[in-house]
């Protein structure tokens, strides 16, 4: 279907990673975060060290061109150096 459609989300910190028309009809466009880093919920420092993405996120968008559409997002996960046991903090988005 279609071969290219660009979407602008207006959310800050999303980029739009690839938009797809499915087989049954719905729009499913998938985001990834464009911010580096989160604060770890434990200790509330600021931490850079990727560990991986978490599940992702379904979330549903208003409709475009009367198709169903979706938001696909994995959310950043980071791991904190200075917390024993190095615990993990999902990065929060808008
Ligand atoms: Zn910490």
């Known amino acids: 279907m279609a ?38 919920h434990q200790c509330g420092r600021n931490t850079h060290r990727r560990y991986d993405e978490g599940r992702e996120i379904k979330l549903r968008h208003l409709p475009i061109l009367g198709m169903p559409t979706y938001i696909f997002l994995k959310p950043p996960r980071y791991i904190c150096d200075d917390c024993p046991g190095n615990p993990t903090t999902t990065q929060h988005l808008p």
């Open 3 to 40: 071969e290219y459609v660009t979407i602008p989300l207006d959310i800050e910190g999303i980029k739009v990673d690839r938009v797809e028309v499915t087989g049954n009809g719905e729009v499913h466009i998938h985001v990834s975060s464009t911010v580096n880093g989160t604060r770890c």
